[in-house]
């Protein structure tokens, strides 16, 4: 109870929340468990930071959420059946075909890609409000080589 105290400044923060809450983020980081961990997560998100707590530990569980949470969303733009990649391949082939695209499909495109981008900041300032250790710093270097890179690879493609 003490080390929660100081951990969260609040004693009242149960165990079984506190583990509850970690294994969300060991199933995401895993690519397993419940099917509605996502919405659950933002859930206890919300009600996690509506507590108001100052501390060190709890501002970082913060901003591990924030990470987890907008991560999920770049995913969930760019996954092969996500909306972004979907909308990027009929641009593409409309191109190939040499067919003028829906206007709407194009600027839904380009605000979905302000979306994604919007995600990315998220995401960098949240790693960087966690950065405790070594491996939080190898974390990042993976992220900017492989995932961000990745990024500006899809992003680079105009419409």
């Not at 059946?81 to 003028?100: P, Y």
């Amino acid at each position: 109870m003490r080390a929660r105290a100081d951990c969260f400044g609040v004693p009242h923060l149960s165990m079984a929340a506190f583990y509850r809450l970690d294994g969300l983020l060991f199933q995401f980081g895993t690519q397993q468990g419940r099917r509605d961990a996502f919405e659950v997560l933002q859930r206890l998100r919300r009600r996690f930071a509506r507590l108001r707590l100052g501390r060190p530990h709890a501002r970082r569980l913060l901003a591990t959420m924030d990470f987890v949470i907008a991560y999920e969303r770049i995913k969930r733009l760019m996954d092969s059946r996500g909306r972004l990649a979907a909308q990027q391949a009929l641009l593409r082939q409309a191109g190939s075909e040499n067919l003028r695209p829906d206007p709407r499909l194009v600027a839904s495109y380009k605000k979905n890609v302000a979306e994604a981008d919007r995600f990315w900041k998220i995401v960098f300032k949240a790693h960087a409000a966690r950065l405790d250790t070594r491996s939080d710093l190898g974390n990042l270097a993976i992220i900017n080589v492989k995932a961000y890179h990745a990024w500006k690879k899809f992003r680079g493609w105009k419409a």
